[in-house]
């Protein structure tokens, strides 16, 4: 007889609570398990409902105190670890996998590094990294926390490999491109020395990322083997980047500015082959700041103007080059599915250790369903699932609270019910 959704929804839920904490214990070895059992149960309410500590505290029972002081009591060394660091050792075995595909495949996947920071809006200014920051979606100035990740891209498939809170104050501060280019050195050292071909992926990012910096990281760097006598070209990835009209560029001897051209070129744009109907044209162009690049001038679909990305590394195709940026908006759906879906800003805890469990708690619980979801969609009834529908439609159909009783049975009162909640 056929499993019913539910069933097999509450079956994946209890082998991934399983799965996971075995997953994220050698990350946390010095944490003493009543700390390491909080922390996940914490990182996997929200399929109860709840979005921040006190909620848990309050449809749960646990203790106030002894809560709020575990959770205070992982260091920010623990959480750096976490979120520059051990990320990817969640991601490197699925890429190693991927990797191993057909060329068609790999298109297919992306294999993209996406970069972009999004603005968690605070309103108490005593809270960790509290800054006013331009906000995109407020299309304004807001207190907040500004946050930078680097993601992966394999599919539909969003892994973050290093996230990072960006700060204003304090020594050694770096700008956003600062920031990315060590990303990238350390996206480079980890996947070379996991044997991948860093060579095999893109990275992307809007126009506020690219810099001297980043072009000469996607620069391939040529070695001469003095004891062969050979030069070999070192792996590195191709970049993609989106341009600013007062960059200025040097095409066939003529310097002006990037807005310029797009006016120049406008008339040159015809549809190429791969490139969906997207009129585009291509050319290489000088920089005094990036080196030699190629430029594509195309008009993204539903638009009218013109519109170029800068392609720094190897000399890609046009349809190469906008096949893969169009998988950059997933960073943009990495964000949302955590400041809507798992409500990033809801976690308001103070100081910079705090900052860094309101972040590191909800990568937690963002890694846990998107474990679930890949697992889930092996079963014909939820091949289709997503993200939203496992955390806000699932649980309306399955008793959660009794699983995470099952689970957490040393840390949740057995008899807690409303008249508690509400005493």
Not at 177 to 195: C, F, N
Not at 224 to 240: L, N
Request: proline letters at 3%; one cysteine or more; charged letters at 25%.
């Amino acid at each position: 007889m056929m499993e019913h959704a539910e069933e097999q929804y509450i079956d994946e839920l209890s082998k991934s609570m399983e799965q996971f904490g075995q997953l994220l214990k050698p990350y946390f070895r010095k944490m003493d398990h009543e700390s390491m059992e909080t922390l996940l149960l914490i990182s996997m309410a929200i399929f109860l409902g709840a979005s921040n500590i006190y909620q848990v505290i309050q449809l749960l029972g646990l203790p106030k105190t002894m809560t709020y002081n575990r959770i205070k009591g992982v260091s920010i060394y623990y959480w750096r670890q976490l979120l520059q660091h051990r990320l990817y050792e969640i991601a490197l075995p699925l890429l190693k996998e991927r990797i191993l595909k057909s060329d068609a495949t790999q298109s297919r996947d992306g294999l993209i590094l996406a970069v972009d920071d999004t603005v968690i809006a605070r309103i108490a200014t005593k809270l960790g990294y509290v800054w006013k920051w331009w906000s995109g979606q407020l299309k304004r100035v807001t207190n907040g926390q500004n946050v930078i990740a680097l993601i992966l891209v394999i599919g539909d498939i969003i892994l973050p490999l290093d996230v990072r809170i960006v700060s204003k104050q304090g020594p050694g501060l770096q700008s956003k491109p600062g920031i990315y280019a060590e990303m990238l050195e350390v996206a480079k050292d980890r996947l070379s020395k996991a044997g991948i071909d860093v060579s095999a992926l893109k990275t992307t990012g809007d126009a506020a990322y690219l810099s001297e910096k980043i072009a000469k990281i996607c620069q391939p760097e040529q070695n001469v083997d003095t004891t062969k006598d050979e030069t070999k070209v070192q792996s590195t990835f191709t970049g993609i980047f989106g341009g600013k009209d007062n960059y200025v560029f040097t095409i066939d001897g003529v310097r002006q500015s990037a807005g310029q051209w797009r006016k120049d070129f406008k008339e040159e744009l015809e549809e190429g082959w791969g490139t969906d109907g997207q009129p585009v044209y291509r050319t290489q162009a000088d920089s005094d700041t990036f080196g030699t690049v190629i430029l594509i001038f195309y008009i993204p679909k539903g638009k009218r103007a013109v519109s170029y990305l800068v392609v720094v590394g190897r000399p890609l195709r046009s349809c190469e080059v906008l096949h893969a940026f169009s998988f950059h908006h997933r960073i943009e759906e990495f964000w949302k599915l955590l400041k809507g879906t798992l409500q990033l800003g809801s976690m308001k805890l103070q100081e910079r250790h705090g900052a860094h469990a309101c972040v590191g708690i909800k990568i937690i619980g963002y890694l846990f369903v998107n474990m679930m979801k890949q697992n889930l969609r092996k079963l014909r009834a939820f091949r289709k699932v997503t993200i939203n529908q496992l955390v806000e439609l699932c649980p309306k159909f399955v008793d959660i609270n009794s699983i995470f009783k099952e689970h957490f049975h040393n840390m949740i009162p057995a008899n807690y019910n409303l008249n508690n909640a509400l005493g």
